[in-house]
């Protein structure tokens, strides 16, 4: 039987020189993170932070939401409750809850700055920092060179799929997971000389980041969890990682169970602001999911603002015809694609040789760098679609906290992160068994690889968002106990902007509204939602009556 450690893969076999970091090498990868981030930040940059980039739902949701966690800090609002759904208690838990965001917002916020440039400022910077921690991840922990560090960094903070979801701010600070995963590699690498304390510490430092993470965007923590669920799977199928896994986890079962402890009690605020949403909203079906699960060909799509690739989004039939139909472009271009297609064949081709049986041998980092590469891949099979059906209902059914997971597509800006750490690692690996002309080739490659990411992106001015929020305030009536929003027209878009314009002048005057918008919202408030329809008002008087609200009630239209 072939031994258990054969390598028969090139990039498999590669082994990665500690080296130093350079002035060179520094500035080289400061210089691509600071172009990286100027593009993806551009409308906001290019206009001297007059723009938002985005547009002004979401935004503004999540500006309104970290400046009343802002509030709470100075005492001056209750944390679990922002002033919308009036009288539901415990608010917050329909969204997320932003805490990661909220570390740079509140300084700058007590610095001066006002709620949007807050906002902006604060998005941008845990930018720049999702590109230097993953940069640190590659070249001073897994120890590839700033070319392969440049790459993976570049796609990994600043790829596309992140790029279309940018109204989702809760899905760009993602600087978290690198450090989890450093943590990891730190682990398996000093497993065999590492105390108990040593492995309890790192994986109580990993407990403690995800429940951090939690806080801060629930789709990020549970994809990264899901993904690290499928990565532990796939290791106990080849022999040597099983042998090794289970060998460790008898030997430090106690350190794992004190970690584990760690986690639940660092859950504790998690649990606190969502399990009473859970009991009032439930679960989401599957039915809200299916519209958000991509096809195969939403691989392929960049959006139609991207540079290189719009054209290619109009002829893709009823595309525009989707439900939720910009939740598929979750393309990372041709050079990404094809290189991760080939690198996926190369590991099946790699693994076939190793025994499935138990094995003496040690694991090397070609078995977990493969198990990385098919764990990634695993995934984009089993969450898409294939002629309107998909295995993500087996999942939906079966794993726990998935029935949370409405957008489902959006898994792809956390699987950017091993993506990116697998590929890096394959060009650090083609680097050192290239002369010049083949090094010239892969730079190119990557440049490339860089452009198909960006693409233009029109924002809002945010002086004039928030002179109408104070327009609004000023005609809402004194003595008011809560108001709702009243406007003529009946538009999806012009709706979910006047609940966040009740939801702002709640905030800016202290009366708490009845509107509101999030992911969630609780129960029998539906028909709250439709302003402008003839039975707008009724559903308001129901929504009183059965919360027994008490005081004057006002009205405050809404019709520009």
């Known amino acids: 039987m072939t031994d258990a450690t054969a390598q028969p893969s090139a990039f498999l076999q590669h082994q990665p020189v500690a080296r130093r970091l350079s002035v060179r090498a520094f500035v080289a990868i400061a210089a691509s993170g600071l172009l990286g981030l100027f593009w993806f930040h551009r409308a906001d940059l290019t206009s001297g932070l007059r723009l938002m980039s985005g547009d002004a739902g979401d935004t503004r949701l999540i500006a309104f939401l970290l400046e009343h966690q802002w509030q709470a800090l100075l005492g001056h609002a209750a944390w679990p409750s922002p002033p919308m759904f009036y009288p539901q208690p415990g608010t917050l838990g329909y969204a997320d809850a932003f805490v990661l965001q909220g570390l740079l917002y509140w300084p700058l916020r007590a610095l001066g700055s006002d709620v949007f440039t807050a906002l902006q400022v604060s998005t941008l910077l845990l930018n720049a920092l999702n590109y230097a921690v993953m940069a640190w991840l590659l070249h001073r922990v897994l120890r590839l060179g700033v070319l392969p560090t440049i790459a993976g960094a570049l796609l990994f903070a600043f790829n596309s799929a992140k790029f279309n979801q940018f109204v989702h701010l809760q899905l760009q600070p993602l600087l978290l997971l690198p450090l989890m995963v450093a943590l990891c590699v730190d682990l398996a690498r000093r497993m065999e000389t590492l105390p108990p304390r040593g492995v309890f510490l790192r994986l109580a430092g990993v407990a403690l980041l995800l429940d951090l993470q939690l806080l801060s965007g629930v789709y990020v923590a549970w994809f990264f969890g899901f993904y690290g669920l499928l990565y532990l799977g796939l290791l106990l199928l080849l022999a040597p990682t099983r042998v090794w896994l289970a060998r460790h986890v008898v030997r430090h079962v106690a350190a794992i169970a004190a970690a584990a402890g760690v986690f639940l009690v660092g859950a504790i605020p998690f649990a606190v602001l969502y399990v009473p949403v859970l009991r009032d909203a439930g679960w989401r079906s599957y039915g809200d999911a299916q519209g958000m699960i991509p096809s195969w060909y939403s691989v392929l799509l960049l959006g139609d603002r991207n540079w290189l690739w719009a054209?290619?989004?109009?002829?893709?039939?009823?595309?525009?015809?989707?439900?939720?139909?910009?939740?598929?472009?979750?393309?990372?271009?041709?050079v990404v694609t094809l290189a991760w297609l080939a690198l996926t064949f190369a590991v099946l081709r790699a693994v076939r040789p190793w025994p499935v049986r138990a094995a003496r041998a040690a694991p090397t980092s070609a078995h977990f760098l493969a198990v990385l590469v098919l764990a990634v891949t695993a995934f984009y099979l089993l969450g898409m679609k294939y002629a309107g059906h998909s295995p993500w209902w087996f999942a939906f059914h079966t794993v726990p906290g998935i029935k949370s997971i409405r957008?489902?597509?959006?898994?792809?800006?956390?699987?950017?992160?091993?993506?990116?750490?697998?590929?890096?690692?394959a060009l650090d690996a083609l680097l050192t068994r290239v002369r010049m002309p083949g090094r010239v080739a892969l730079a190119a490659l990557v440049t490339l690889a860089a452009l198909e990411q960006v693409g233009t992106r029109d924002g809002y001015d945010k002086a004039q968002a928030a002179?109408?929020?104070?327009?609004?305030?000023?005609?809402?009536?004194?003595?008011?106990?809560?108001?709702?929003v009243t406007a003529p027209q009946v538009d999806p878009v012009l709706n979910v902007s006047r609940h966040i314009d009740?939801?702002?002048?709640?905030?800016?005057?202290g009366v708490p509204t009845l509107n509101g918008y999030s992911g969630q919202a609780p129960k029998d408030w539906s028909g709250v939602f439709q302003i402008g329809d003839p039975a707008y008002e009724q559903h308001v008087a129901a929504w009183v009556q059965a919360r027994g609200v008490r005081g004057r009630i006002c009205a405050l239209p809404d019709g520009n």
């Open 311 to 334: 054209w290619l989004e109009k002829r893709v039939p009823h595309f525009y015809e989707l439900p939720f139909f910009w939740e598929h472009r979750i393309g990372l271009g041709a």
């Open 467 to 484: 002179a109408r929020i104070q327009t609004l305030a000023a005609r809402l009536p004194q003595g008011c106990a809560a108001f709702y």
């Open 502 to 509: 009740a939801m702002l002048v709640a905030q800016r005057t």
């Open 407 to 425: 957008a489902v597509s959006r898994y792809v800006i956390v699987l950017a992160l091993p993506m990116a750490i697998a590929l890096a690692w």
